[in-house]
């Protein structure tokens, strides 16, 4: 398809779908006619993936022009090469992060298909869902969602990749080390059967981030250990290295950033440094917020440590004043400490001192947090969107 005919069908779909939808709507359908090649969108209030028909149970139309007519050459391609290139757009369309596109990724499912033949799903949106819902922080949703596709012996291998990524992200932010890893590891028996290098870059980059998750929240409780520490270091490796391998891998900062501050774990200053130097600059606007005031935290720290104390102290303060109400518990953590102990080197104990407890209790506000996490988790909502 020509790129500005792509262009043109992903607008219309989110035109057409920026209307109000009836609440009786549970799924969509994209149905394409042939001589001549147009395509049109209709509403459906039933959705059974067992069942072909589902698609005829239409219930609502958006209003006018619900048409979309594709180029003359477009109509002389195979059947199978037109289905295979708007389900594509489809797919691409219902993932761009699109107000409208955002809205029908919350339906049961999006289909594109010859009218009168055979349905091919576009979307195994309860997995997209469940991993949406992670990031967004809701836990009994994402669980939810994730549990009904591995439930689901009809969900495709995709799915159930996606739906492991997301549990396993729940458990690791419930402080469920064990449980997440054993959820990444089933993760990648999936992606191995995929054969997919990206998701293999995505699962390898997930899985690093546990075990840095796990090596910082140690280091806070005072059970960091040299194995647990090396471990994290190598899986960051790991994961940069072969994302790095790729013609198009995915984005290396956060690992980098994360690679970065396993070093001041390990009193790698210089390495650290050097790491923060070359990377912190180009997270400024990858959309890292909060990852970014952690490395400025610990660069500053960095600084201290090797007798830079004006630019540490310039920098412990940026990440002081970049900390507020939406800042995660576990970076105020990291921030207040560090400020701490540049404080102490200072010789300004009370203010070390305050900046210790406000520490502290950060950590106790996270530990909070992941009880309630792991409290949640362990509720088996029986609810899914089959």
């Given at each position: 398809m020509k790129e500005a005919t792509r262009t043109h069908f992903l607008n219309w779909l989110e035109a057409m779908l920026s209307a109000a939808v009836p609440v009786e709507v549970v799924a969509f359908s994209l149905n394409l006619y042939d001589s001549p090649f147009w395509a049109e969108i209709v509403g459906s209030s039933y959705f059974d993936p067992d069942d072909e028909d589902w698609?005829?149970?239409?219930?609502?139309?958006?209003?006018?022009?619900?048409?979309?007519?594709?180029?003359?050459?477009m109509a002389e391609l195979h059947w199978e090469a037109r289905l295979a290139m708007v389900a594509a757009c489809v797919q691409d369309w219902l993932h761009s992060?699109?107000?409208?596109?955002?809205?029908?990724?919350?339906?049961a499912a999006f289909?594109?298909?010859?009218?009168d033949g055979d349905l091919a799903l576009v979307g195994e949106c309860e997995s997209a869902l469940a991993l949406f819902m992670q990031r967004e922080g809701d836990v009994r949703a994402a669980a939810r969602y994730a549990r009904g596709v591995l439930a689901n012996r009809a969900a495709t291998l995709e799915s159930r990749y996606r739906a492991f990524l997301a549990l396993g992200s729940l458990h690791q932010d419930a402080y469920d080390y064990e449980e997440a890893g054993r959820l990444y590891r089933e993760a990648e028996d999936v992606v191995r059967k995929l054969d997919d290098d990206i998701a293999m870059a995505s699962w390898l980059q997930r899985s690093a981030l546990t075990h840095a998750a796990h090596a910082r929240q140690a280091a806070a409780l005072g059970g960091l250990d040299a194995r647990m520490l090396k471990a994290a270091v190598e899986a960051l490796n790991r994961s940069i290295a072969f994302a790095g391998a790729l013609p198009e891998g995915p984005d290396t900062t956060l690992d980098h950033l994360l690679l970065a501050e396993m070093r001041v774990l390990q009193g790698r200053y210089a390495d650290a440094l050097a790491l923060y130097e070359r990377h912190l600059p180009s997270a400024e606007g990858e959309g890292f917020l909060h990852e970014v005031t952690a490395a400025t935290a610990d660069c500053g720290h960095c600084c201290m440590q090797l007798g830079r104390i004006d630019e540490g102290q310039a920098l412990l303060l940026s990440a002081l004043n970049r900390v507020d109400e939406s800042t995660p518990s576990d970076v105020r953590a990291i921030v207040h400490a560090n400020m701490a102990t540049s404080l102490k080197a200072a010789e300004r104990a009370v203010e070390a001192e305050q900046h210790r407890t406000l520490a502290g209790m950060a950590w106790e506000t996270y530990a909070h947090e992941q009880r309630e996490a792991r409290r949640l988790l362990a509720h088996d909502p029986t609810e899914t969107l089959h």
């Open positions: 698609a005829c149970e239409e219930c609502w139309r958006p209003s006018e022009p619900n048409r979309f007519d594709f180029p003359d050459d992060g699109l107000p409208a596109a955002r809205k029908s990724l919350a339906s289909a594109v298909g010859f009218v």
